[in-house]
């Protein structure tokens, strides 16, 4: 079945970096878009990036653009979002997925305050 387990949040002080890892299974990855996306409690999931199949494609959320960096491993099944200069509205749970219509990994925490 499709699956994803993403790692790597945690806390970070404002203007701070972290990186975040997700790995996919149950599909075809390499054929397949890939987004990340996150979610405040009581606010509706957003998507913050996403990249093409062979990863020369990117997107970003305004929010975010030239701030976070997008990529992939094809040969690992992995995302990855490197977020640099964070700030606190980074705050939120980040979930990797191919779209909206498959099922949610468990996400990891991203939480910037100092």
């Known amino acids: 079945q499709v699956q994803f387990v993403e790692s790597g949040g945690g806390l970070a002080q404002p203007g701070g970096s972290l990186r975040l890892s997700c790995v996919a299974s149950?599909?075809?990855?390499?054929?397949?878009?890939m987004r990340w996306f996150r979610q405040v409690p009581g606010k509706e999931r957003e998507m913050v990036a996403s990249i093409s199949r062979t990863g020369l494609g990117t997107n970003y959320a305004d929010s975010v653009n030239r701030r976070f960096i997008i990529s992939r491993d094809n040969n690992l099944n992995t995302v990855y979002l490197q977020m640099n200069n964070l700030k606190p509205e980074d705050t939120a749970v980040y979930y990797c997925?191919?779209?909206?219509?498959?099922?949610w990994g468990q996400g990891t925490q991203v939480t910037v305050s100092s």
């Open positions: 149950g599909f075809t990855f390499s054929q397949s878009r």
């Open positions: 997925n191919t779209g909206w219509d498959n099922p």
